[in-house]
């Protein structure tokens, strides 16, 4: 059967805890959003039904074709590229969600990108992002085991999927997901993710002009380290 790797995507990723975090995060409407690395659209389209000016970016185009094609997909700005193609001084607030901040793996690139969010930004705008702590290890439940789970996919059929762990090397945590399609096939996807500390992320974010507002360690406002959902949520400001 044909692979819809988007479809295939939203199955693995539907709305949950992180996604009413964000969106109480942005608060009420109208401000104007930035979602760096918006992916299929699952949370750019909510803010956009909330009442916000909203601009999705993400440098997949097959990902921001499906988002454009959902409803209120044309409620949007699409952008194909990086933070690099922002415009100065165009956004209330900014936010990278479902680890997309731990998807670019180059410190330098991660310095950039924080250096382009706060050019974007207007004076006092607001940053929120979450990655992964790594002081809880997370990638260790990455087996066959303990990362099982079933997907319901667009046309009512499930696959199963799982995640298998390739490599954990110098903050860089390399991982396989596998997915069994309902005819038998199996759906190969590499990843690597960079695992930064709190003090990481704090420096970085110091160096590109953010203050540091929060931490957090779970969806349910927990203190990092204090919560088993293993995050670090960061809540920045853009200095005046």
Request: net charge negative; proline share 6%.
């Amino acid at each position: 059967m044909p692979v819809d790797l988007p479809a295939l995507y939203d199955a693995e990723n539907a709305w949950g805890r992180d996604d009413e975090f964000f969106l109480r995060f942005v608060g009420p409407a109208p401000s104007r959003v930035l979602d760096l690395g918006c992916g299929t659209g699952r949370l750019t389209l909510a803010l956009a039904a909330a009442g916000h000016r909203v601009t999705g970016v993400d440098p997949e185009p097959g990902s921001l074709a499906a988002a454009r094609a959902k409803p209120g997909g044309d409620q949007v700005t699409w952008i194909s590229g990086s933070a690099a193609d922002l415009p100065d001084a165009a956004y209330d607030v900014a936010v990278l969600t479902s680890h997309v901040a731990q998807e670019i793996r180059d410190d330098g690139a991660w310095a950039d990108t924080l250096r382009h969010l706060r050019r974007a930004l207007v004076d006092g705008g607001r940053l929120a992002f979450d990655s992964r702590d790594p002081a809880a290890r997370r990638w260790e439940r990455w087996n066959p085991t303990d990362s099982r789970r079933r997907l319901t996919l667009p046309d009512g059929t499930t696959a199963d999927g799982w995640t298998e762990l390739t490599e954990v090397r110098d903050g860089l945590v390399g991982f396989l997901h596998h997915y069994l399609l309902p005819d038998g096939t199996e759906v190969r996807s590499p990843g690597t993710m960079r695992f930064r500390t709190e003090a990481e992320l704090r420096a970085a974010l110091a160096g590109a002009g953010f203050t540091v507002e929060r931490v957090l360690g779970g969806w349910a406002g927990d203190p990092a380290g204090t919560s088993d959902d293993g995050e670090l949520i960061v809540l920045a400001r853009a200095e005046r």
